[in-house]
């Protein structure tokens, strides 16, 4: 992983600030895409739906979620047989590759996962931690510099979804979930972070890891726009970019959010004179 210049000027000075409704963005403030985009992020900031936050990110009016509800269906018999048990576990990893993730597709969005079973380790997370959320799991959602995961709890031990594998995606083995964790951990405390690279990279080098944290689905739903306000930043779109980190620093107010949307006003300014703070 690079280092760049830009990047030891944006972290210096910034510090991680816990989320509280006074410090977020108002709502009347953010812009949107479309009108359906709108009404899928009131839904979910007004009542806390994870769904229709991650379903907002490029949200078409003919979406209906068929996919996501066929396969509520079929889980929702199988957790009549089964239970709360490891063997349901596989059973809704499996299932969720069969009907959603059809193809890893890197930085795709969850409403490509559903719309074209396209999808990375941010959209497949989301869906198997609403899946858990749904059947009364313990789980954790892990953030990783660039990669998320998610750690479920069934009758106190510990299973990685790894959700973009999907053979051998499900570790149970309690020496393979520890080493697959450990391979995460920061070695040091590193205090540099790539701000331009998406959330689901292929991981190169294990000893640059900074990040190792656990977030609800909010703060994923957050980084799915992080993810969308890089595409746009890439295509020197400085104000839409803006616009998708106000939206995800709403909904996780992360030292990578709030450091890349400073570096998009700035380039704003140093590209084009135009100053989008206000």
């Known amino acids: 992983m690079k280092k760049g210049l830009y990047i030891v000027l944006i972290l210096l000075g910034i510090s991680f600030r816990a989320w509280s409704q006074e410090s977020a963005v108002s709502f009347e403030s953010l812009a949107f895409e479309t009108s359906v985009e709108k009404q899928f992020w009131q839904t979910g900031t007004s009542e806390n739906n994870p769904l229709a936050l991650f379903m907002a990110v490029h949200a078409e009016a003919e979406n209906q979620a068929e996919n996501w509800h066929d396969l509520l269906s079929t889980l929702d018999e199988q957790f009549e047989k089964k239970g709360r048990s490891e063997n349901f576990l596989r059973v809704l990893f499996q299932k969720s590759h069969q009907n959603l993730f059809k193809k890893y597709e890197q930085h795709s969005s969850f409403n490509d996962m559903l719309n074209e079973g396209l999808f990375d380790c941010v959209s497949g997370s989301a869906a198997l931690g609403m899946l858990l959320e749904r059947y009364g799991f313990e789980y954790d959602i892990v953030e990783t510099d660039y990669h998320v995961f998610i750690v479920a709890n069934s009758d106190n031990k510990k299973i990685i979804l790894e959700s973009t594998v999907k053979i051998g995606g499900m570790?149970?083995?309690?020496?393979?979930?520890?080493?697959?964790?450990?391979?995460?951990?920061?070695?040091?405390?590193?205090?540099?972070?790539?701000?331009?690279?998406?959330?689901?990279?292929?991981?190169?080098?294990?000893?640059?890891?900074?990040?190792?944290?656990?977030?609800?689905?909010?703060?994923?739903?957050?980084?799915?726009?992080?993810n969308d306000a890089i595409l746009h930043f890439n295509q020197q779109r400085f104000r839409e970019a803006a616009w998708q980190l106000e939206k995800a620093f709403q909904l996780y107010p992360s030292e990578r959010i709030e450091g890349l949307k400073e570096l998009a006003i700035d380039q704003a300014y140093k590209t084009y004179g135009t100053d989008i703070s206000q």
């Open 171 to 226: 570790i149970s083995t309690p020496s393979e979930v520890q080493n697959y964790l450990d391979s995460y951990q920061p070695a040091k405390k590193e205090t540099y972070l790539e701000l331009r690279q998406r959330i689901g990279a292929p991981k190169v080098d294990f000893s640059e890891n900074s990040i190792f944290r656990k977030v609800d689905l909010n703060q994923l739903a957050g980084l799915q726009y992080y």
